[in-house]
């Protein structure tokens, strides 16, 4: 089943990225194909609760895929879709926009 989404074009993007460590998660991602501890690291101080529920919902929302090796120890690794690659330009404007904010106000 489909989530309804929001009339708002503005609302719809925010209802999908708008929890900061999907954003950093993201961020990460589109480096390239990560492990699950390599994305605990590189996100920061995230718990290990708190970064499953985000990459679910993330894979949930059709903005990431989770692939399961049949292996022991367990290998999971997590890459974007193009849905979101597609936020890369979104996330490029936040770069540009933190980066003069800051500039300006250091």
């Known amino acids: 089943m489909k989530k309804e989404l929001p009339a708002c074009p503005v609302e719809t993007t925010l209802m999908l ?3 900061r460590w ?4 993201i961020r990460d ?4 194909t990560k492990r699950f501890g390599e994305l605990k690291k590189s996100v920061g101080n995230i718990s290990q609760k708190v ?10 929302d ?13 290998r999971v690794e997590y890459t974007l879709t193009e849905t979101g690659r597609s936020l890369k330009p979104i996330l490029d404007s936040m770069v540009m926009w933190g980066t ?3 500039a300006k106000n250091e």
């Open 62 to 74: 059709g903005l990431l895929t989770r692939k399961v090796f049949p292996e022991v120890p367990p």
């Open 17 to 19: 990225i708008s929890d």
């Open 51 to 60: 970064l499953t529920t985000n990459l679910r919902s993330m894979e949930e």
């Open 29 to 32: 991602l589109l480096e390239g």
């Open 22 to 25: 999907k954003v950093l998660i």
């Open 100 to 102: 003069a904010y800051k």
